[in-house]
């Protein structure tokens, strides 16, 4: 009995050590995956972004799952571009194509979706063109005036944002500065090409202000390839001038009111088809003219600590216009859109903001048309009417672990109510290993000529189609990102999968020959995303690479989505080996992609250098060569791209 005493005291005592070991174990092992990313990744503003397109709020890109790209006004400056779709195409299954060289249309597709179905947001405001066929943005004129951040949110964004974003979406944000800066540069280079730019801003007793306008000029190339088609001599020049400014008033610390304003005016010559064979021709008469005008007005506002609102006014005011005096043509198409957006954020706890709100969108179309062989088509103003509800749940811990829940409701004035929905999740390993998932929605409303394009019985049109229903795709991802020695290294893996329906097209019937448009498709985007980021030597050498390798189906041509490429490289290194010199080489290829019916474009690789040497604190020389190799190529079957081209200028910062 004795014994039985001791050895149940024995197991006791033993019992109860190893409980306590297990118990410290579990502490353990809950401490560590459950560490704030500062202590994982170290100080955390060296690696993060604040971005505001994922989730509608600002927050920090590791607070979000989806994949997002940010591009600042010191990316914008040392990239040396000069328009938007030339920086935001060198980023992961981001696509453009050009049908020719400056002032041509160009046409951005994100994740193999159509231009149409990749949305565009400046300060707030949807930006497209709601006269155009499909309403899709051109984005050949927008320059980079008073821009202070680019984000590109890939995947379908129709849970908070509506319409249009099954691609992605692009928001824009104007600077808001905190103190006084100005800037004006020159640059001049081949085809005989002057930009001329100037920004400046400040901050004064609560009032925050920026302005900026540029003024580019170039004798350019034909629109028409010349390369291909040696009869061709003569080019097409552009001008382009644009202004942008935007002001904002702190009435107290929780109450601020802003205004946004952008004016984009561009002339340009370009090419067109002969009207019997349909071949592309150069025509020097034929002359176009556009102009993009928007504005907004918001107020923000924090009575509470739990509780804050926005309410923002949008309009845009969309204009073309095209001359062709010896074949008569004179057309204008004038697309306008009105926006009101009201959204109210509650923070419930610590880690948890509950989000509502409510948007109204009014959109119209108004063209007139005539030509010697057509006649006069006076197309009557149409118009739709768009409002949606929308709640979203953000649950965070620690900035290691979160997830969002969102869902919209769109009742549109032609095809009635819509539902979509996400929901994502994303988590932060101590081993500095960050996985995310998304699921999601989206739809593209039909465009207003889509609906109610006037017939033409001549050429077997029939009109528009007021019953058409709206473009639907569902749409998953599943990421990787692994840091590295802190921000070092950074190596991030996407798989992402997009499925179409009702898909509008251009509808012949194969007996009447009588032609509208029609959802008769369905189609398929999936691909990989594979991304690097190297910082060595104190940023004295910076390296980024992306490769996108995208799987396409159109399942009613039983062929790939066209002008999506199968693949795309670009890799961009920055080498700073003085404090006051920087070097840059910039590699972009672009794979082969079905162009319209069976035509293809061939893969191509063009290869860039950029210089900038500060001669003072406030002073800067600057150059770069785009398209080292010479290399020719297109990206729209018969329409020229510029050669090898050299451009240098100044910079004066204060």
Not at 66 to 76: E, H, K, R, Y
Not at 122 to 136: C, E, H, N
Not at 513 to 520: A, G, I, P
Not at 549 to 575: C, G, W
Request: glycine residues 8%; hydrophobic residues 35%.
């Amino acid at each position: 009995m004795k014994k039985i005493l001791v050895f149940l005291a024995f197991l006791l005592i033993a019992t109860s050590v190893f409980a306590e070991e297990e118990k410290n174990i579990l502490k353990e092992i809950i401490h560590n995956v459950t560490r704030p990313a500062e202590d994982i990744l170290g100080k955390v503003e060296e690696l993060e972004d604040i971005v505001v397109s994922p989730d509608k709020m600002k927050e920090s890109s590791l607070m979000t799952a989806s994949s997002v790209s940010v591009m600042d006004d010191t990316d914008i400056f040392s990239s040396q571009k000069r328009f938007v779709k030339d920086l935001i195409t060198e980023y992961a299954s981001v696509s453009v194509t050009q049908s020719g060289a400056f002032g041509a249309p160009a046409m951005i597709r994100v994740r193999g979706a159509n231009p149409n179905q990749t949305l565009l947001i400046i300060d707030g405001m949807k930006v497209s063109d709601p006269a155009s066929v499909d309403g899709a943005f051109n984005f050949a004129q927008l320059p980079f005036d008073n821009i202070k951040q680019i984000e590109i949110t890939r995947g379908p964004q129709g849970a908070l944002y509506g319409s249009d974003a099954i691609g992605g979406l692009i928001n824009i944000e104007s600077k808001k500065p905190d103190k006084p800066f100005f800037e004006t540069g020159i640059e001049a280079g081949s085809l005989r090409t002057l930009d001329e730019y100037v920004n400046f801003g400040g901050y004064e007793k609560g009032l925050h202000y920026s302005f900026a306008y540029s003024q580019f000029n170039t004798r350019g190339i034909s629109t028409t390839d010349s390369v291909t088609n040696p009869s061709i001599h003569e080019v097409d020049p552009y001008v382009r001038k644009s202004f942008a400014g935007r002001l904002d008033y702190d009435i107290n610390n929780d109450l601020t009111i802003g205004a946004t304003l952008r004016n984009i005016y561009a002339r340009f010559r370009y090419d067109d088809s002969d009207p019997m064979t349909w071949a592309l021709r150069d025509n020097d008469q034929l002359i176009g003219k556009s102009n993009l005008f928007l504005y907004s007005l918001y107020v923000e506002h924090r009575p509470i600590e739990q509780y804050d609102y926005s309410v923002r006014y949008s309009y845009m005011n969309n204009h073309r216009k095209d001359f062709d005096y010896p074949n008569g043509l004179n057309d204008w198409y004038e697309g306008r859109a009105a926006r009101l957006d009201f959204q109210n954020n509650f923070h419930i706890f610590d880690y948890d903001v509950f989000t509502i709100g409510y948007d109204y969108l009014q959109e119209l179309s108004d063209s007139y048309y005539t030509d010697f062989a057509s006649g006069i088509s006076d197309q009557p103003k149409v118009f739709d009417r768009n409002s949606g509800l929308y709640l979203q749940n953000k649950i965070h811990f620690k900035d290691i672990l979160g997830s969002t829940q969102s869902m919209r409701v769109d009742n549109h004035s032609c095809f009635g109510t819509h539902n979509t929905y996400k929901i994502d999740a994303f988590y932060l390993a101590p081993t500095g290993t960050r996985v995310r998932g998304v699921y999601s929605t989206g739809f593209k409303a039909p465009s207003l000529y889509q609906l109610y394009a006037p017939a033409n019985p001549a050429w077997g049109f029939l009109g528009g189609n007021v019953n058409l229903k709206p473009e639907d795709a569902k749409s998953y991802e599943i990421g990787i990102d692994q840091y590295l020695f802190g921000k070092t290294l950074k190596l991030s893996v996407t798989y992402f999968q997009i499925r179409f329906s009702n898909l509008i097209k251009y509808f012949t019937d194969p007996i009447t020959f009588q032609s509208t448009y029609q959802n008769v498709s369905k189609a398929k985007s999936a691909g990989m995303e594979y991304g690097a980021e190297v910082n060595l030597f104190n940023e004295k050498l910076r390296v980024s690479a992306n490769l996108t390798s995208n799987d396409t189906m159109d399942y009613s041509t039983d062929r790939e989505l066209a002008k999506v490429p199968q693949n795309q490289f670009n890799i961009n290194i920055a080498i700073k080996p003085i404090p006051k010199f920087a070097l840059g080489i910039d590699v972009n290829h672009t794979g082969r992609y079905f162009d319209s019916g069976t035509d293809k474009i061939k893969q191509f690789t063009l290869v860039g250098l950029r210089a900038d040497y500060s001669v003072s604190q406030n002073f800067s020389i600057f150059g770069r060569i785009e398209n080292l190799f010479n290399k020719h190529y297109q990206e729209v079957r018969g329409y020229g791209e510029p050669g090898i081209n050299a451009y240098g200028g100044v910079n004066s910062k204060f």
